[in-house]
Structures are given as structure tokens and as C-alpha cells.
């Protein structure tokens, strides 16, 4: 049975860090592309990044530069650091793999706030 667990969300104010961790169960992160999504209020769930297995990333326009994927492969994890967070970033954040699928359930994601 697969299972993400997210963690490490919060409030911060602009300009602050921080970093999330996901942890999965029932598949090797290393083996699946893997991706950390995010969902602000009233608007489609969004993919903001992304780790290959060969270990390529890419990002969203609007996080690239601020956010940094990585996977720990001993650790089976997928984490998020996040640094000079604005406003508009605030959201609901979640991993999965990057090919979506009804064997993979969504977790229950991690909510990040940025606000002054």
C-alpha cells in the first residue's frame, strides 16, 4: 500500500525558509519521478517541482531560483527546502509521483503559510 506523509509546513513571515519532508511508503522514491505539488485555496492543485529518478529537477517558473528538491534514497524521503517565501506561496503542499495515479493516494499534505 502506498503512503506520503508530508511534514515540516508552517507559518513564516516574507523572505523565510522553510523546508519539508516527505516521507513514502509501499514504492522507492529513487525508482518513480517524484514531485512536490501545491494547492492554494480555491485553485487547481499545481506541480512547483520535480526529481527524476536518473536525479534531473526542474521547477516551476515562479519557485525556481527559491526552491530546492532532493531525495534521500536511504531515508526513502523527498524533501522541499523553500527559502525567500512570498505570500503567494502560501498553499496546501503535497508530493507524489509525477505520474499520478490512483494506486498512489494523495496525503494529507503539509500547509504552509506566508504572511507578515
Known amino acids: 500500500q502506498v503512503q506520503f506523509v508530508e511534514s515540516g509546513g508552517g507559518l513564516v513571515q516574507p523572505g523565510g525558509s522553510l523546508r519539508l519532508s516527505c516521507v513514502a511508503s509501499g514504492i522507492q522514491v529513487n525508482i518513480y519521478h517524484m514531485g512536490w505539488y501545491r494547492q492554494a485555496p480555491e485553485k487547481q492543485r499545481e506541480l512547483v517541482a520535480s526529481?527524476?529518478?536518473?536525479?534531473?529537477?526542474d521547477y516551476a517558473e515562479s519557485v525556481k531560483g527559491r526552491f530546492t528538491i532532493s531525495r534521500d534514497n536511504a531515508k526513502n524521503t523527498v524533501d522541499l527546502q523553500m527559502i525567500s517565501l512570498k505570500p503567494e506561496d502560501k498553499a496546501v503542499y503535497y508530493c507524489?509521483?509525477?505520474?499520478?495515479?490512483?494506486?498512489?493516494?494523495w496525503g494529507q499534505g503539509t500547509q504552509v503559510t506566508v504572511s507578515s
Open positions: 526529481i527524476r529518478s536518473g536525479g534531473n529537477v
Open positions: 507524489n509521483t509525477l505520474v499520478t495515479s490512483p494506486f498512489h493516494p
